[in-house]
């Protein structure tokens, strides 16, 4: 569910630059060295703002936490968006060739919602509920896609590709078969959905 926005009008006015540059500086340092790792000076300083112009627009950093999370959700989202195709198994094709893209490219450091809840312990923190809903949307757009491939009762297949994604988003972070990672994911992803279908 979206957060409610902190002014009447966001919604019909345009961005503002300052807050996007904020968020820019943001999603750079959190993203490149850890969220608790990152003050609010740094960011404050990456923006070139002023601490009250930085308030007025976060009052807390995990209001500046839970927007950069928004982000990358919205990133992802529309990343994925733009697979669509009509056709279920090539979608699911592209979102593995996608996840290994991601994970081989250039200063990729893993999944930011990963890091996030590996940063954030208490499940009910709104940052934690932010991961959450950001994992739920991704598993029930799998499970979209497996009905549409006559998984009806996709539950546990859903949970196996969830692994199966997060395991190369870790492995990516940590080097691992960056040549073949994009085959290997198709493959055990096909195994997983032909298992199911048995």
Avoid at 162 to 181: K, Q, T
Wanted: aromatic share 6%.
């Amino acid at each position: 569910m979206a957060r409610a926005s902190a002014t009447p009008d966001a919604a019909t006015s345009r961005p503002s630059p300052v807050r996007e540059r904020i968020l820019a500086a943001a999603d750079e340092l959190f993203y490149g060295e850890g969220i608790r790792a990152v003050s609010a000076d740094r960011i404050i300083a990456a923006a070139a703002v002023s601490k009250v112009t930085f308030y007025r627009h976060f009052p807390t950093k995990d209001d500046l936490v839970l927007a950069y999370l928004d982000g990358r959700a919205a990133a992802e989202r529309g990343a994925l968006d733009g697979l669509r195709t009509g056709d279920a198994c090539a979608m699911l094709t592209g979102i593995a060739h996608a996840l290994a893209d991601a994970s081989c490219a250039s200063g990729f450091r893993g999944c930011p919602f990963i890091n996030a809840a590996a940063e954030y312990a208490d499940p009910g923190h709104p940052v934690r509920q932010a991961v959450a809903a950001h994992r739920a949307w991704f598993a029930g757009l799998l499970r979209d896609l497996l009905a549409e491939l006559g998984i009806g009762d996709s539950s546990t297949v859903v949970d196996q590709l969830m692994m199966l994604r997060d395991g190369a988003m870790v492995g990516g972070y940590l080097g691992a078969g960056s040549d073949s990672r994009a085959g290997a994911l198709i493959e055990a992803g096909r195994a997983v959905i032909e298992t199911a279908r048995r």
